[in-house]
Each structure stands twice: as structure tokens, then as C-alpha cells.
């Protein structure tokens, strides 16, 4: 990646003149089946520049609970967009009720209280589920959400940060989810490696729209073929070495569903993220803490749940030598 940004050829992206950019988007909105991408320098900003593409100020978003966009984006779709987070609970497979997400809808045609209400503009899916433990949502359970967003006119945008994990695990191309949506956010750091950036793709309509946005929000890159350069290796030569995270994964949750004290269910960890739960919020962020003296980085998700991520150079003798360093800690303090 480093050479490729070393060799990349590049021109003015503000002006659409960097050719390493465009190549990139191209590649992007054909492995979508999409009309259009837009390059941004983070997840974040792709989840945002989505948000203000699909609604004007005073909208609603539909979203989950335990959704990366609610819980980790500082609010930024209400600080600087004017949105409306209307959360529905997140199952603990990453879905949300379909029943809740349609009483959620609110537009003139169901209310009598329309004017009282912030209209509803989009719903949010994420895919694969971080808070969940990494977990996979199906196609078909995407068909289903679209169909009740068409049903209503609302939109459909979906954070798709690891969703080349989710269809790696799946076994079916990335076009199984994004045909049922109208925008993805795609990471090409996380798992793809690559140092910066995600992808949003949509119709070349939203595509327009998220340019301005991006603009707005301070996120129109000049020679940004150095970062599209490495965006390009991350889709074309990361996307199957993914399967290494995902068994990676699976060595560490069976590891670590042996410790006593740690409850996991390693069936359930399905991609390259594991989330486990010890008996109390303070129990967790302690063996955090100790787990850190010992060079083990875990992410405490509160209420006792702790989260342990592999990716690209975290390899399978790692996973192994962490799992005794967790159980050693866990001998020593749970
Ligand atoms: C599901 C999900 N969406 C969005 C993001 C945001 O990505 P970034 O850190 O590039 O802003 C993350 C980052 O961890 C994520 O896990």
C-alpha cells in the first residue's frame, strides 16, 4: 500500500481531476452494483454525508440502538445535520423488529399528529452488527426492510463498515445487501487495512448530493489518489484475506468461552469481531485495564461487555498467546 501511494498518480479531487480518485469509485460502485461512489476520509463522515444526502434538516432517522451511528458519531447527524435519532431496540443478532421499525415510520399519511412530528427520512442498518459481536445480518432480512422503506417512500442507507466481512462469512457477493438499499458506507481501513478512508455508494443523484455534503462538511480532498492508491489494493487483494481474521476470531472465542468467569458463545462469533461479557461493568473494565499492563487491547462496551478485534498483522500465534494472557489474568482476578 505504501508504494502504491508512493506511485499513485493524482490530480485535484475538488475539481474531480484525480485519476487515482475516480478509479477507485468506479471500482467501488461496480462491486456494489451501484451507480455511483464518493470517496471520504472516514466511516464517520460516509454515515454523515449519507444522513444529509437522504434528509433536509428536521427529519428523523430510523436507526438501532446499539448502532455504531448512535453510539460512537458524537450525535453529529443532530449537532450538524439538524436529524432526528429515533432509536428502535437492536436484537442481539443485529436486527431490529421489523414491526417496531414500521411503527417508527412517521409521515402524513399515517398520523394525524403529522404536524407535531418530525417526518421520518431514513432508516439505518448496519452490517456486520459491531456492537452485536461482529454479527452477520441476512440479505433476506435486508429485502425485508427494504420493502417496508418503499412501502412508506423513506430511504434505505446502510453502515456497511465491515460489509465485505459480513459477505465473506456469508459466502454471497456484496450485491445481495446493497440492492435493497439506497446507499452504503464502506470502510477501506478496519479489516481492508488500508491507512484512511471509506466509500459511499448510491445512485449518481445521492452520489451528487454526499459530494456537497462532504464539501460542506470540510471533506473535498485534493491529491487524494495517495489515499484512493492503498483504497485500491484494500478492494482488490484484502477483500478474501478477511477469512484469516474471521478464524483468527474463532480461535480467540474459543479460547477465551473456556476461561471461567468470561460467558461467550463462540457459535455466535461469525466474523472477525468477539464480544464477551464478565459478571459486572466494574469486573470488565478491570480486567481491561490489567489486560492492557499485559498487552492484550480490548474495547470495554459497558455493562460488562468487552470487545477483542482482529485484523491484518494480528496473526493466529498471536491469538493463541492472547488467549493464555487473558486466562492468566482471569486466574488471577475474576
Ligand atoms: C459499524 C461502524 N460504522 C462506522 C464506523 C466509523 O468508522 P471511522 O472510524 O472510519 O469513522 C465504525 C468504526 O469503528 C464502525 O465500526
Redesign the pocket.
Given at each position: 500500500m505504501r508504494k502504491a501511494m508512493a506511485e499513485a498518480e493524482v490530480g485535484d479531487d475538488v475539481y474531480g481531476e484525480d485519476p487515482t480518485v475516480g478509479r477507485l469509485e468506479r471500482l467501488a460502485a461496480e462491486m456494489t452494483g451501484m451507480e455511483a461512489s464518493l470517496l471520504v476520509a472516514?466511516?464517520?463522515m460516509g454515515?454523515l454525508a449519507s444522513l444529509l444526502a437522504h434528509c433536509e434538516r428536521g427529519r428523523e432517522v430510523i436507526l438501532g440502538d446499539e448502532s455504531?451511528i448512535f453510539h460512537y458519531e458524537n450525535g453529529s447527524a443532530s449537532a450538524l445535520g439538524g436529524l432526528v435519532l429515533h432509536t428502535v431496540p437492536t436484537r442481539p443478532d443485529g436486527t431490529l423488529p421489523l414491526e417496531a421499525v414500521e411503527a417508527a415510520i412517521r409521515l402524513p399519511a399515517h398520523h394525524y399528529h403529522y404536524y407535531h412530528y418530525a417526518p421520518t427520512g431514513v432508516i439505518c442498518l448496519?452490517n456486520t452488527h459491531?456492537r452485536c459481536g461482529g454479527r452477520v445480518v441476512s440479505p433476506e432480512y435486508f429485502a425485508e426492510v427494504a420493502a417496508i422503506a418503499r412501502r412508506h417512500g423513506v430511504a434505505v442507507h446502510v453502515?456497511g463498515?465491515?460489509l465485505f466481512n459480513a459477505a465473506l462469512a456469508a459466502g454471497r457477493p456484496v450485491t445481495d445487501w446493497t440492492r435493497h438499499a439506497d446507499s452504503v458506507q464502506l470502510?477501506l481501513?478496519?479489516g481492508l487495512a488500508a491507512p484512511v478512508g471509506?466509500l459511499i455508494c448510491g445512485s449518481a443523484e445521492f452520489v451528487d448530493r454526499a459530494r456537497r455534503m462532504r464539501k460542506m462538511l470540510g471533506g473535498g480532498m485534493r491529491q487524494a489518489g495517495v489515499i484512493a492508491a492503498p483504497g485500491i489494493v484494500a478492494l482488490t487483494e484484502m477483500v478474501s484475506r478477511l477469512a484469516e481474521d474471521h478464524a483468527n476470531a474463532k480461535i480467540l472465542a474459543n479460547g477465551l468461552s473456556r476461561i471461567p468467569g468470561i460467558v461467550l458463545d463462540p457459535a455466535e462469533v461469525e466474523t472477525n469481531i468477539v464480544v464477551f461479557r464478565l459478571p459486572s461493568a466494574e469486573a470488565a473494565s478491570a480486567y481491561a485495564a490489567a489486560l492492557e499492563r499485559e498487552g492484550v487491547l480490548v474495547s470495554d462496551f459497558g455493562a460488562g461487555r468487552l470487545r477483542v478485534v482482529t485484523h491484518y498483522g494480528i496473526d493466529e500465534a498471536a491469538c493463541r498467546r492472547a488467549v493464555e494472557i487473558c486466562a492468566h489474568v482471569a486466574a488471577a482476578q475474576l
Open positions: 472516514s466511516g464517520t454515515n455504531h448496519e459491531n453502515d463498515a465491515r470502510c481501513s478496519k471509506s
